[in-house]
């Protein structure tokens, strides 16, 4: 369907399982949400339907299959499942055994968790401690006794322990970048109290 009603080769049967597309929803007050238009190739493709359809919030690009009902049953996309898979990468960056202290459901471990997340959200990649690579990234270290996250900015090697670009330069680009990662977590909504003496910070949850 491309239009209000019927059915295209993407909404096709496979056995009794119907594949899941990009399909345009209208929001329903009351009762289900209604699938109106598609499916469609991509996100980018429904993005741009759904412009063309009207003001924004009338209806919304979302992944799924369509129920039988008209309804939508709703799928993590392609894109969030390559997120999730990123998200994970990332994680795997921290330090062996940084969570072996931590119950699985500590605030510290989720928060661990969530700041990596909103890292990844703007493309700061963690530095990986495991593979003790030469490139940097933000550094993740909980701390129990500080009731937070100590977050610090490591540059790469050729800058941090060459010196390549001057003991000047190193200093300043480590004060930059430890203010933008700081900027950007609280900007995401967590409490971020400076080291004294550091470019760190600790981070907490949010009030």
């Avoid at 369907?1 to 594949?19: C, N, P, Q, W």
């Amino acid at each position: 369907m491309t239009g209000l009603s019927g059915l295209t080769s993407g909404d096709l049967l496979l056995g009794e399982v119907r594949r899941p597309g990009w399909w345009l929803v209208e929001r329903a007050d009351v009762g289900l949400d209604r699938v109106v238009a598609g499916p469609f190739l991509d996100r980018t493709e429904a993005a741009w339907a759904a412009a063309v359809q009207g003001p924004a919030g009338e209806v919304d690009p979302e992944y799924g299959v369509r129920a039988a009902d008209g309804s939508l049953s709703r799928r993590p996309s392609p894109e969030e499942r390559s997120w999730f898979e990123l998200l994970e990468e990332q994680l795997d960056r921290l330090p062996e055994g940084w969570d072996a202290e931590l119950p699985d459901d500590h605030p510290l471990a989720t928060l661990v968790v969530e700041m990596t997340a909103a890292l990844t959200d703007a493309g700061l990649p963690l530095h990986d401690a495991r593979g003790a690579g030469p490139a940097g990234g933000v550094c993740l270290a909980p701390e129990p006794v500080l009731g937070g996250v100590v977050v610090t900015w490591r540059q790469h090697d050729r800058t941090s322990v060459d010196r390549s670009a001057g003991t000047e330069a190193d200093t300043l680009v480590q004060q930059v970048m430890g203010r933008a990662v700081a900027e950007v977590l609280s900007l995401r909504s967590f409490a971020v109290e400076r080291l004294e003496g550091s470019t760190g910070v600790v981070v907490r949850w949010g009030a």
